[in-house]
């Protein structure tokens, strides 16, 4: 490695009202180098890659890029300066077609000041192309696109943008092994070109694909830094070897119980063949046959997803897997009343079932935790307290009056379990950093004590602890008789929860299967269409 850094910083502290979101923080990171930014949910990833990105200024600590001096003030300036972002929030022009975002910013630098529509359809074509994603795309809407589609278009822009530096935050946490496998070519692309890339992941399974380095911040400052991926020495620099630790396949395992806790207690989970967990109970003859609360009858939503037909058990885990693409949020969505229907029909205990939307679903005891939680899940003017019992009210409140000591009890309940990092409940949810947000929407959800629980990617954004503890809040949820529709990119969350698994291809339903049928090996072959 060349001894120059492309990019320096020294010193770097931020503070958030009483909140130190970052103290004394040094970083390096030099030009085709890939260094993977660790830290649990808190840590200060986020922010100190925001001071890179110009979304924040430091209250002490100086910047360096390319040798000179560098303070942007603003994202604009950190774009102009070769440091391109790309959020866990896709945060594209929603209205804009893709064509457009990718030349954001540029039409404005350009000496003429506009580019003529067909020299860009063709450069951005070419872009896509080279980054093997369809030019179809070019002419859709930003906003019409599934997160993982929009976050491509949004590494397409930095590419096109010339970045010097990339920051990925979290770029594979919405997308399937495959699309993963894309993206990490791309990014060896990218820096086998010279491109300096910082990656923020909570994912241990895909860090010796991504990063030559690993940077690691505990409690906003510095805690260590390595070239080695050795798990158990990450884990110590994080501070997270109470809750986790390094299980005998090299897996990570909750420290407290190796053997996941609903397995141990003989709730019906088998480790099975290669890797093979299910996890709620599909032994459990009762939970496996008892009547379905939810039965999808050939459903359809036009363009979207078509004709399909499924049930989800009391008590069970059903899981629904499908690459980008292939329609597996839409249906959840469709279920909720968050997208028309246009033929099928879907009972709900028993009933025949019309979804209005995600709200009154909600009144009727299906709780949705949406895949974008920016946009459909918290609500930004509330505080961590407020938007965790939101849902919940009715159950802590007598005859319409909320009891404040119920709903005291409840917030604290949660806060403890899933380890929500807020200063006080009575904090804003904004100033929460994204990982402790994912967790109030699941706290909130979990607390409503629903008869089907619909998650779309639960544990996107939680550091590895937390995610042993939801997985086990799942299961336990599962075991007290409460259906769940889990929708997961990431395979081991699915093989380890799921009783039955759905696969969608291109809208259609085309494999399902239940316990030890459940292989890694027939979902990505189902899910690529190949057992279709
Ligand atoms: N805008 C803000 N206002 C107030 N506090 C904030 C703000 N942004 C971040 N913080 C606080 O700063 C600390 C660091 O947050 P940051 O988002 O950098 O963590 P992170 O390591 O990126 O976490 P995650 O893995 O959950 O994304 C947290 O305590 C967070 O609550």
Redo the contacts with the bound molecule.
């Keep these: 490695m060349q001894s120059t850094p492309l990019l320096t910083a020294r010193g770097l502290t931020k503070r ?2 009483a ?1 130190k ?2 103290t004394d923080v040094d970083f390096d990171i030099h030009a085709g180098e890939r260094v993977a930014i660790m ?10 890659m ?1 001071l890179i990105a110009g979304v924040y200024t430091p209250d002490a600590g100086s910047l360096t890029l390319g040798g000179d001096a560098y303070a942007p003030a603003t994202p604009t300036d950190a774009i102009r300066a070769g440091v391109s972002t790309v959020y ?1 929030e896709p945060s594209g022009f929603s209205h804009l077609t893709v064509l457009e975002n990718l030349f954001m910013g540029r039409q404005t630098t350009r000496a003429l000041g506009w580019l003529d529509k067909k020299s860009m359809g063709r450069e951005a074509g070419e872009l896509l192309a080279r980054l093997q994603l369809p030019t179809r795309l070019l002419k859709r809407r930003m906003g019409d696109l599934s997160l993982a589609d929009q976050q491509q278009v949004l590494i397409a822009r930095a590419v096109a943008n010339e970045a010097r530096v990339l920051i990925l935050d979290e770029p594979t946490s919405i997308l399937t092994d495959t699309e993963s496998e894309r993206l990490f070519q791309l990014v060896d692309q990218l820096s086998a070109a010279g491109t300096a890339v910082c990656y ?1 992941t ?1 994912r241990f399974d895909e860090l010796e694909r991504v990063a030559d380095r690993f940077v690691v ?1 505990r409690d ?1 400052q510095n805690s260590g830094e390595t070239d080695d991926p050795d798990r158990e020495g990450l884990l110590r620099m994080m501070g997270s070897v109470s809750s986790v630790t390094v299980g005998a396949d090299g897996g990570l395992v909750a420290a407290e119980d190796a053997v996941p806790s609903a397995i141990a207690e003989g709730e019906g989970g088998t480790e099975g063949e290669g890797g093979v967990l299910t996890g709620s109970g599909v032994a459990d003859a009762a939970a496996a046959t008892s009547a379905p609360v939810l039965v999808v009858d050939a459903l359809s939503s036009e363009g979207i997803f078509r004709d399909i037909s499924f049930a989800v058990r009391p008590g069970q885990i059903t899981g629904l897997y499908g690459l980008v693409g292939a329609g597996r949020s839409e249906l959840a969505l469709a279920i909720c009343g968050e997208l028309p229907i246009d033929a099928g029909t879907i009972a709900f205990q028993g009933k025949p079932y019309r979804p209005h939307s995600s709200r009154t679903a909600l009144e009727q005891g299906i709780a949705y935790l949406p895949e974008d939680r920016k946009t459909q899940g918290i609500f930004p003017h509330l505080s961590v307290g407020d938007n965790l019992s939101a849902a919940a009210l009715r159950g802590v409140s007598r005859a319409g009056f909320v009891s404040t000591a119920g709903e005291r009890d409840l917030v604290a309940t949660w806060m403890d379990r899933l380890s929500i ?3 006080t409940p009575a904090s ?1 949810i ?7 947000q994912q967790k109030v929407l699941l706290a909130r959800l979990m607390a409503t004590n629903p008869q089907l629980l619909i998650l779309d990617e639960p544990t996107r ?1 939680i ?1 590895v602890g937390t995610k042993r503890e939801i997985h086990r809040r799942i299961r336990e949820l599962a075991a007290t008789g409460i259906a769940v529709l889990l929708i997961s990119s990431e395979m081991a969350e699915l093989l380890e929860l799921s009783d039955t698994v759905h696969v969608l291809h291109e809208g259609r339903l085309t494999w399902s299967a239940v316990g030890s049928e459940i292989t890694e090996t027939a979902i990505l072959r189902a899910a690529t269409g190949a057992a279709a």
């Design positions: 958030f009202g909140t979101a970052l830290g649990e949910n808190g840590a200060g990833k986020s922010t100190l925001k866990q923020i909570h911040l906003g990092k807020a200063e804003p904004t100033s929460l950093s994204g990982g402790n954004g550091d």
